[in-house]
């Protein structure tokens, strides 16, 4: 099956610095990637995605970058404010009848003031 | 418009009782799932329900049955609690291409379970 691995685990950045999260995948027929966000107490939250025909999508200061060929793809959020600190997973989804999604790891980060 | 709704969001058990997680959604969605989250292990697929009337295993479905009320619920029962199964549950929902829809996961708030 398919296997998702998500760099850092943790990361701590000064307010307005950039912040990247680096994830890889195994299954070349895994064709979405969302991206979660997920605060303290809550569930996680999708905030950007991207599908496998494009190479890159932004969404004001989050941007998401997808190499297919070597089965990497990252999270990149500039201008990072304080209410940026939460946890982020990656995912990739293989087509089928259901949501066959792969979580990451999780990567918490920080953004100090 | 409430989403997806988790109940209890907290509960404590003893080794060997028994409990059922519930969830709803209002969103007309088809899919629904259940996964459980533990540290460094990110999210991982207990249960899942593709769409009425149907379930299926997911990654992690020892210790665990699911039932799918109806369109909108999906409950799922711990028959016989055990430690491992401490953790923080999340009930999930989605849209399928037969909706129109994109593959968006739509989470409830969890519910944190420890098993003594």
């Known amino acids: 099956g398919e296997n998702v691995e998500q760099h850092p685990s943790t990361l701590s950045v000064q307010e307005g610095d950039s912040a990247v999260i680096k994830c890889t995948y195994s299954?070349?027929?895994?064709?979405?990637f969302p991206w979660y966000k997920q605060e303290l107490g809550k569930g996680p939250q999708l905030i950007i995605d991207i599908r496998s025909n494009v190479g890159e999508k932004k969404d004001q200061r989050i941007a998401v970058t997808l190499n297919k060929t070597a089965k990497h793809f990252s999270l990149h959020i500039t201008e990072t404010q304080p209410e940026d600190s939460a946890v982020y997973f990656c995912a990739a989804s293989i087509p089928g009848g259901y949501q066959k999604v792969t979580f990451g790891t999780g990567t918490k980060l920080q953004v100090i003031p | 418009n409430a989403g997806v709704t988790q109940t209890p969001k907290f509960q404590v058990l003893k080794t060997g009782q028994s409990m059922t997680l519930q969830c709803a959604q209002d969103?007309?969605?088809?899919?629904m799932y259940w996964y459980r989250q533990d540290p460094g292990m990110g999210l991982r697929l207990i249960y899942y329900s593709a769409s009425e009337g149907t379930t299926d295993k997911g990654e992690v479905p020892n210790g665990y049955n699911v039932s799918r009320l109806n369109k909108r619920e999906f409950s799922l029962r711990l028959e016989s609690a055990a430690p491992s199964q401490t953790s923080v549950y999340f009930c999930?929902?989605?849209?399928?291409?037969?909706?129109?829809?994109?593959?968006?996961?739509?989470f409830g708030s969890g519910t944190q379970l420890s098993v003594l």
């Open positions: 299954d070349s027929a895994s064709n979405y």
């Open positions: 969103m007309n969605h088809n899919s």
């Open positions: 999930a929902s989605s849209a399928t291409k037969f909706q129109g829809a994109s593959e968006k996961l739509f």
